[in-house]
């Protein structure tokens, strides 16, 4: 081979191979896809419109266009004395521009949708109250549970005074079981039993006692505990003072109970 005969592999040979560009079958594919669509589009816009819209089309036109000075109605009022860009009226308190035309979508009934929203009006109403009452209970429940948890939290308290008082004062029983507290109760009635009688109950669930000492624990039951300490023992439970007699007790406590002290708990 010779030095002047290219080699198949040169770079000429190849960038001769680039410019070759022949028609295929794919390039002609694509051209005539190219037409279709270009067809379609030309005939898609020459489609007649429906006669729904051109009657859109012609409506829009004619609200958003203003009454011409031509028109029979415009005449009269000019003749009346009315000037474009005035408000209606003998003292001008009317409108400027004519009430907006409101076109009714649907083919549902005259009035349905404004019915429809007055439902959906009474329905957020209704949530509405739900939502306050359940937040009324909520409110009534978490104070009611507050207020118990602080009696119980007096009842406890008042139970150990009131037996420390009577210790002191050399009682040996209490007026009431509730009125000291069931640690101490439950260990009188062990004491008080024989041991025949201890051994037949000792199968017995103790929960039954507990439900019992439970039940004590009430408002009325701790005012009761309150009243005997202070008539008995002249010792106030929220004070913390016993006083020489009752009118000296008087004199230095706002009262009884923990509503007569709630400044001094604030």
């Known amino acids: 081979m010779s030095d002047s005969d290219d080699d198949y592999m040169s770079f000429k040979v190849l960038m001769d191979c680039q ?55 415009f005449r009269m009022l000019e003749k009346m004395g009315f000037m474009p860009g005035d408000t209606l009226g003998k003292s001008r308190p009317g409108i400027k521009e004519p009430i907006d035309i409101v076109l009714k979508q649907g083919t549902s009934g005259v009035g349905r949708e404004s019915h429809i929203k007055e439902v959906q009006a009474r329905k957020q109403q209704y949530r509405v109250k739900n939502l306050k009452h359940y937040e009324m209970q909520f409110r009534v429940a978490n104070k009611e549970r507050k207020n118990f948890a602080q009696i119980r ?43 025949k009688e201890y051994s037949d109950d000792a199968g017995t669930d103790s929960s039954d006692e507990d439900d019992e000492f439970e039940q004590y624990i009430t408002e009325e039951n701790l005012f009761a505990i309150i009243d005997y300490i202070r008539n008995k023992h002249v010792y106030c439970l929220y004070c913390v003072i016993t006083g020489i007699d009752m009118e000296d007790l008087k004199e230095n406590c706002p009262g009884p109970y923990r509503i007569d002290h709630d400044n001094e708990f604030d």
């Open 19 to 73: 410019e070759d560009v022949r028609p295929s079958l794919l390039v002609n594919k694509e051209k005539r896809k190219l037409e279709i669509y270009k067809k379609k589009l030309e005939t898609s816009n020459k489609r007649q419109k429906t006669l729904g819209e051109l009657e859109r089309e012609n409506r829009e036109i004619g609200l958003s266009t203003a009454i011409s000075n031509e028109n029979k109605g």
């Open 153 to 195: 939290k007096d009842f406890f308290k008042a139970q150990k005074i009131c037996e420390e008082l009577d210790f002191r004062s050399k009682i040996k029983d209490p007026i009431e079981d509730f009125f000291w507290p069931k640690e101490t109760i439950k260990r009188r009635r062990k004491m008080e039993k024989t041991e």
